[in-house]
């Protein structure tokens, strides 16, 4: 997300997954790029506002050239337990920088909920924001729960 004209999707179909490719651009779609690939189904969507999608319906989500304040928190919800968030950032040329987190951010927005595989920031423009690469496992919330009369555990 944004799929653009599906480079990432279609790559991915390849290896036999069922790929969402969604954009706020109808027009990406006009092309009809994803009716040769399969297992590609197209969306029209704006991804700042509410999804359309259910909790944990992704093993993985996929985000090239595009961040917002939020979109870590934002996503997790629709990632399984173990699901992948994978997340490469726009360069940050010009003045695009302005929209990057500074640094340190995306690791603090995964919080304790992720554990991070790879994370590379780089420096970009002069108030210390960064643009970064990701990719990052959601971790397996585990409860547990304390039979106080027979002292058992059942997870």
Not at 2 to 7: H, I, K, L, N, S
Not at 64 to 87: M, R
Request: charged share 20%.
């Amino acid at each position: 997300m944004p799929c653009g004209f599906g480079r990432h999707s279609r790559l991915l179909s390849k290896f036999a997954c069922e790929v969402i490719s969604a954009d706020k651009d109808k027009d990406v779609f006009s092309n009809s790029w994803h009716s040769t690939a399969p297992r590609i189904t197209p969306v029209v969507l704006n991804a700042e506002k509410d999804l359309p999608f259910k909790e944990s319906a992704f093993s993985a989500i996929v985000v090239v050239h595009y961040y917002t304040p939020g979109l870590i928190a934002k996503l997790s919800g629709y990632l399984c337990p173990n699901g992948l968030l994978v997340i490469e950032s726009f360069g940050g040329h010009g003045n695009n920088w302005e929209g990057l987190p500074k640094a340190g951010q995306v690791a603090e927005d995964l919080g304790s909920g992720f554990e991070v595989i790879l994370l590379k920031e780089r420096i970009v423009g002069p108030k210390n924001n960064v643009s970064f690469k990701l990719v990052a496992r959601k971790k397996i919330a585990f409860t547990a729960k304390i039979d106080v009369e027979t002292k058992g555990i059942s997870l």
